[in-house]
């Protein structure tokens, strides 16, 4: 069955140092893998997608197939990046994503 | 385009009775997603919506819960003689075409039972 794993609740990094986000999955078919943030009081959007490979405000992710992670990082962290981060799946065919707990990512100045 | 629309925003009941959430699309989205989020956990997925039509309801409970999403006007999550264990984030993502992953996502509907 598939899963999303984000094994750390709650993350607080120093301004400027790097930060990474954990995420393993389990599929067994080909994923699509995604990291949604949702800062304060705002809602969920996307940030990146592995497929596009691009970069976000700085974000990179990169699908590890042999290890089936999705780590989510940023080599130099800024405060506005504080916010919730959630990792999720899109299984082929399905009508819905599957998501990971969240980690809380707070920068401190 | 003001985006997805929750309301309200936050929502208090008292055991046993009726919660309505609603959920407005973007202009011109015909699909609507709803997702529940209990505390500690991650976005479950409930319901899949089509304009009048249930798609893939697989992630309701059985029993109290229902949607729908009529021609007109906004989807609404219904949830009957609420308990505490109701009690939750409940998030509505519509989309232009079918697939979840091209969904917006609304702020959410916080929802507590007393």
């Known amino acids: 069955a598939q899963r999303v794993t984000q094994p750390e609740k709650l993350l607080s990094v120093f301004k400027g140092a790097p930060v990474e986000l954990k995420c393993n999955y389990s599929y067994s078919g080909s994923p699509e893998l995604f990291w949604y943030v949702q800062y304060s009081r705002q809602r969920l959007q996307l940030l990146l997608r592995?497929?596009s490979r691009e970069s976000i405000k700085g974000f990179t992710a990169d699908l590890n197939k042999g290890e089936t992670s999705f780590h989510l990082k940023k080599p130099f962290a800024q405060e506005e990046d504080s916010a919730m981060y959630y990792c999720a799946l899109d299984q082929t065919g399905a009508n819905n994503l599957f998501f990971g707990t969240g980690t809380r990512l707070t920068v401190i100045p | 385009n003001a985006g997805v629309m929750q309301n309200p925003r936050h929502l208090v009941r008292r055991r046993g009775q009726e919660a309505r959430l609603r959920c407005s699309p973007m202009k011109g989205h015909s699909h609507v997603y709803w997702y529940r989020q209990l505390p500690e956990e991650g976005l479950k997925f409930m319901v899949y919506?089509?304009?009048?039509?249930?798609?893939?309801e697989s992630g309701m409970p059985k029993e109290r819960f229902s949607a729908e999403f009529p021609k007109e006007g906004p989807s609404i999550l219904r949830i009957q003689q609420v308990v505490r264990g109701d009690s939750a984030a409940y998030f509505c993502a519509s989309s232009l075409t079918r697939g979840a992953k091209e969904a917006f996502f609304g702020q959410g509907t916080r929802l507590t039972v007393v």
């Open positions: 592995h497929i």
């Open positions: 919506l089509q304009k009048e039509n249930i798609i893939d």
